[in-house]
C-alpha cells in the first residue's frame, strides 16, 4: 500500500513512531529496516554500524548507528531479540539503506524474545495509513508534493 508516495508493503509490520518496520520470516526469525519515509527524512545515509550477532536487545533499543548527511543517529530495533544475521552489504554500501530499504537495505536479523507483545506496538494491515499520516503530520514537511508525485 502507499501512504502520499511511501510505500508500507502489506506482509510487513510497522514501528511508525521510529519509522521502523519487521518482516516475519518463514523460520520464526524477524528482519527489521527503516521505512521509505524514514529513509525521506533522513536523507543520505553514509555509515551504518549494526550490532554485532549474538547482541539480546529489547525494543527501542539501538540495533545499529548511521551516519547521515549531518549527524550520527542511532536506529532503534522495533522488536525484541538475539541478532542472529547483519546485512553484510552496508558495511561497504550504506546507501542500499536509501536505495531499497525494503529489499537489499534491510538492517538485521532477530531471533524474537518477545514477538507477542511487541507486534502489540507495531502496525499492521488496516491500521497502518492512518497512523503513517499521522506519523508524517508530526515531521511538519511540505507533503503536498509527494502527494502529487
Not at 5 to 15: I, K, R, S, T, V
Amino acid at each position: 500500500m502507499k501512504v502520499l508516495n511511501f510505500e508500507y508493503p502489506d506482509a510487513l509490520h510497522y514501528w511508525l513512531e521510529r519509522d521502523m518496520w519487521a518482516l516475519p520470516l518463514d523460520d520464526g526469525g524477524v528482519r527489521v529496516g527503516i521505512t521509505a519515509f524514514g529513509v525521506h527524512i533522513s536523507g543520505s545515509f553514509f555509515m551504518c554500524r549494526l550490532k554485532p550477532v549474538g547482541t539480546e536487545l529489547m525494543q527501542g533499543q539501538t540495533v545499529a548507528l548511521v551516519e547521515l548527511n549531518k549527524s550520527v543517529v542511532t536506529v532503534k530495533t522495533p522488536v525484541s531479540g538475539v541478532v542472529r544475521a547483519i546485512n553484510p552489504l552496508l558495511m561497504e554500501h550504506p546507501e542500499w539503506i536509501e536505495r531499497d530499504p525494503y529489499g537489499q537495505g534491510w538492517l538485521a536479523e532477530l531471533t524474537p524474545t518477545r514477538w507477542t507483545e511487541d507486534r502489540a506496538c507495531l502496525h499492521h494491515g488496516v491500521s497502518v495509513p492512518q497512523a503513517a499520516m499521522q506519523r508524517m503530520q508530526l515531521e511538519n514537511l511540505d507533503l503536498s508534493s509527494e502527494a502529487s508525485s
